[in-house]
């Protein structure tokens, strides 16, 4: 239940977040993909992503960034569906959660104060 509720938590912050500060948004075809970059009213980039080529279903990695350009989440699609290690990064933690095939498997925080850079 704690998932969900996490989850959800980050669903409803990007989607108050794309509807307010949207400015543009920008497509290109890249191969058999179509990337696209959502900004800002600042200018700065909010979230960058592909989506198949008929722009309905993502597919790929998809990044979401802050306004003040700090990343704030890396995830990844598979025709539409999670798969693989997503990052979410807050000040002083990133929280890793692991999907198969739209299922959370694990959830992992690290607590980036304690990381020791060599």
Known sequence: MKKLAFILAILAISISSYAQNTKLKTTAKKGDLLEVKLYYNSGELMQHGFYTDDGKILHGSWESF?????????????????????????????????????KITNIEKINTKEVIDF
Do not use: L, P
């Open 66 to 102: 802050n306004e003040d350009g700090t990343r704030q989440c890396v995830a990844f699609y598979q025709k539409g569906v999670k798969v693989g290690t997503w990052m979410y990064y807050k000040k002083d933690e990133i929280t890793k959660v692991t999907y198969d095939n739209n």
